[in-house]
């Protein structure tokens, strides 16, 4: 972040007129900098509400905030160090037993006295306040001042105004919550659970002071009304949550303060500022409460603006340097605000999850928090939860065994199917060869082929690997009897699909998805709906006729894996294929037994499974790869997925591989770190069942955190395995495990620690002369 210091040039010859709409913490603290910086600036703050109102009670910064004020403004600093409550631990309660994780380091101090500091800056650097008054248009402040600061919150008026061009998003999620306050010191970040007749109830925690903490109880909107909540007024609200949570407050009281229940809303912009006007804090965008960036969030705006006004020659230019400089930093704070927020509107689903695993979940749930750091912070509460896990000393969690029915992986690392469109008539060539027994020497407990096709008409492209005659069953024993006897221990399985519409296409390098200039062969699908319409072709809907084949096409490429041997069979269902066209509403437009509500999209499917099931080998375990979500309006929802899961679960799968998307070329795919997990991760927790996570997992210690905390039981990882074959013996080295989870390959046990590299550091000073 960059921070702004008193000599800096500034941009503009004459001083700058500046106003404010808004007075939270953002808004004072923009202009308090602002004044500091250039005291011949006429800044304005306008604020409807009286000096001594605010709502809410406490507020928590971060220690890399508080380091930008410091340098900042030591002023400010200095004072809100004498009045800042700092602590240690979080305790989770869960079913009467309180456990306690250390070392997370936490400040807070009363939102009152946070506004009281920043009020008498701006007063003591010359700001104007202009308390209970409510600014101006935004469009007249902008014709009268050189710079706007909107700072009026999540619902600002400015944004509203100018919707145009800020182009706002809001969306409103699934949780009712309430600000409260108690009138003691908690001695930890507390989270506690209540189990009401009504449904889950939970309890957010921390001080703010010697004598006083902020307490906010959340809970599902069903529960909300269920509890009778929504007939209760500010007083009866807070007697009740204090009753039900009489236990973590010592049977105390709480005290609202023009308190009522809420939905959070989760606020997005296209852009942040429109001609001289810009958006800061919530009016730009939200994150979440659970961890604790609101204010957080505005003061490093404010903090960022000051500094890109003073650096940059004309506010355009700042304005935009601004932006650039903030975005990403707010971006990824809402992405793991958006991963804390569902982990606790799916609260309901980790319950039954053994305690010490559960408070791991709650810790890692934004996914900021992970295995390696929180054994940093307090390794004997993570021993503790590997203990529970499972793992042998100085083990792990990713080194640990998992079985699938007959088969024993020796550890939770799958190298993803990837297509590489690298074979002539179906048959997997030498780069197959080398591609999928480089990853088996890599270590992984089980590496996966790309998508093999079931039939010539069933590829993707012309590049596509098949399972459809002797030729191709022969290359594929090749491969198979490679990897059992070149890397004793790894698993190899395969995934049978048929490409549906989405097939006769070029190589992905030649064209992703664009159908072939010549040479083209017939598609089929559950209706006749081209992938992108004017592109690719029309498919003929499938008939009884066509169904039966293709299921016994499916049986018969089912057979010839056996025959070669693999481990495992995965069931392609995902990404947009034909068995994924059945079960998505997007795609599956019939009328027939085989469409309309999901028992009729399911049909074919399972119908394939049976009879894929009924030749796979009893012994070896079969997966379905399946989208979760189609990233679009009115595909599959989250609720029909973990259905979609059940079927197949009931029917015979040993694991159901969660993917999403790729359905549909509109889709809006919400991408991030492990952005997948938590759809595998709901399925889980519901169903009971083992589930293999994939997308955008790319660190060891992501794959241990996730796996620790009970969102999955494999991790598959793509691209990283094309950036490091050797990705697993890699991460089994970086953590200095050398266990039967991760066995070097006896030729390569010379390249087992990481090679030396040359000395950098220079000999240190020992001694300072001075004098001739």
């Not at 009152?112 to 007249?140: K, N, Y």
């Not at 903490?213 to 529960?223: A, H, K, Y």
């Not at 490429?557 to 025959?563: E, K, L, M, S």
Request: aromatic content about 8%.
């Amino acid at each position: 972040m960059s921070a702004p210091g008193p000599g800096a040039p500034g941009p503009a010859a004459r001083a700058l007129r500046v106003a404010v709409i808004g007075g939270g913490p953002g808004g004072f603290y923009a202009a308090a900098l602002l004044k500091r910086l250039d005291p011949e600036r006429e800044i304005t703050v306008w604020e409807r509400n009286a000096p001594d109102d605010t709502f809410g009670f406490g507020v928590v910064l971060s220690d890399e905030t508080l380091g930008g004020i410091e340098h900042a403004d030591p002023a400010v600093y200095r004072a809100l160090q004498a009045d800042f409550v700092r602590w240690d631990d979080i305790d989770i309660v869960h079913r009467g037993r309180t456990l306690t994780s250390g070392g997370h380091g936490f400040a807070a101090l009363g939102r009152r006295r946070l506004l009281q500091i920043l009020h008498e800056r701006c007063t003591e650097l010359g700001v104007r306040l202009r308390f209970r008054s409510e600014a101006p248009p935004a469009a007249q402040l902008a014709a009268e001042h050189d710079l706007v600061i909107a700072a009026d919150g999540v619902n600002s008026a400015t944004r509203a105004a100018h919707a145009d061009v800020f182009g706002p998003q809001l969306t409103t999620h699934r949780c009712r919550y309430i600000w409260l306050a108690a009138d003691f010191a908690l001695d930890a970040f507390r989270f506690e659970i209540a189990e009401t007749e009504h449904g889950v109830m939970q309890l957010h925690g921390y001080p703010y002071s010697a004598d006083s903490s902020t307490v906010i109880v959340e809970m599902r909107e069903e529960v909300w009304y269920a509890a009778g909540f929504a007939d209760l007024d500010e007083r009866a609200s807070t007697e009740r949550c204090a009753k039900i949570f009489a236990d973590a407050l010592g049977g105390r009281a709480l005290r609202g303060n023009k308190s009522s229940w809420t939905a959070f809303r989760t606020v997005t912009n296209s852009s942040w500022s429109h001609g001289n006007t810009v958006l800061i804090g919530d009016a730009a965008h939200t994150a979440h409460f659970s961890i604790g960036s609101g204010t957080k969030l505005a003061v490093e705006d404010a903090l960022a603006l000051a500094a890109c006004v003073q650096e940059h020659p004309d506010l355009r230019t700042a304005l935009r340097a601004y932006e650039e400089e903030r975005r990403p930093v707010v971006e990824s704070t809402q992405r793991a605000a958006a991963a804390s927020l569902r982990w606790f509107e799916e609260l309901g689903t980790y319950l039954d999850q053994p305690q010490r695993q559960f408070a791991f979940n709650l810790l890692t749930r934004s996914r900021r928090v992970t295995h390696d750091n929180l054994r940093l912070r307090d390794p004997g509460f993570t021993d503790a939860v590997e203990r529970d896990f499972g793992c042998p000393a100085g083990t792990p969690p990713m080194f640990t065994p998992f079985r699938l029915r007959g088969l024993t992986l020796r550890n939770r690392v799958v190298v993803s199917p990837m297509d590489m469109y690298s074979a002539e008539d179906g048959v997997p060539a030498d780069f197959h060869l080398v591609h999928l027994g480089a990853r088996a020497l890599g270590g992984a407990g089980l590496v996966m082929t790309e998508m093999v096709c079931v039939s010539p008409e069933g590829r993707i492209t012309p590049g596509c690997t098949g399972l459809y005659t002797s030729e191709q069953a022969d290359a594929w024993r090749r491969i198979t009897d490679f990897v059992h006897g070149g890397s004793p221990g790894t698993a190899l399985g395969v995934q049978l699909g048929h490409s549906g519409r989405k097939g006769s296409t070029k190589l992905m390098w030649d064209g992703i998805d664009q159908p072939l200039d010549g040479g083209n062969w017939p598609l089929s699908a559950a209706s006749p709906l081209p992938y992108r319409p004017g592109v690719n072709q029309v498919p003929h809907q499938l008939d009884a006729t066509g169904l039966a084949l293709i299921r016994d096409q499916f049986a018969d490429a089912a057979r010839r894996a056996a025959q070669c041997g693999f481990d495992l069979l995965e069931l392609h269902c995902a990404h947009g294929y034909l068995l994924s066209g059945f079960l998505s509403p997007l795609t599956n437009l019939r009328t027939d037994g085989y469409g309309g509500e999901l028992a009729g999209r399911l049909r074919f499917p399972l119908e394939v499974f049976d009879a894929v099931r009924e030749v796979w080998p009893e012994e070896r375990p079969m997966t379905v790869r399946i989208s979760a979500t189609d990233w679009a309006p009115g595909g599959t929802t989250p609720e029909e997925s973990v259905e979609i899961a059940r079927a197949f679960v009931r029917h015979g799968a040993d694991a159901i591989d969660v993917s999403t998307g790729q359905v549909v070329p509109e889709e809006r795919p919400e991408f991030g770190r492990s952005y997948q997990t938590p759809y595998a991760d709901r399925i889980r927790n519901t169903l009971g069942v083992p589930v293999i996570t994939v997308g955008a997992i790319s660190s060891w210690d992501d794959v241990n955190s996730l796996l620790l905390a009970g969102r999955a039981d494999l991790c598959a990882l793509a691209r990283p395995h094309l950036y490091d074959p050797h990705w697993t013996l890699h991460a089994a080295a970086e953590q200095e495990y050398a266990g039967p989870g991760a066995p070097w390959p006896v030729p390569y046990l010379a390249g087992s620690r990481k090679p030396p590299t040359g000395r950098t550091d220079a000999p240190k000073p020992r001694l300072t002369l001075t004098g001739p």
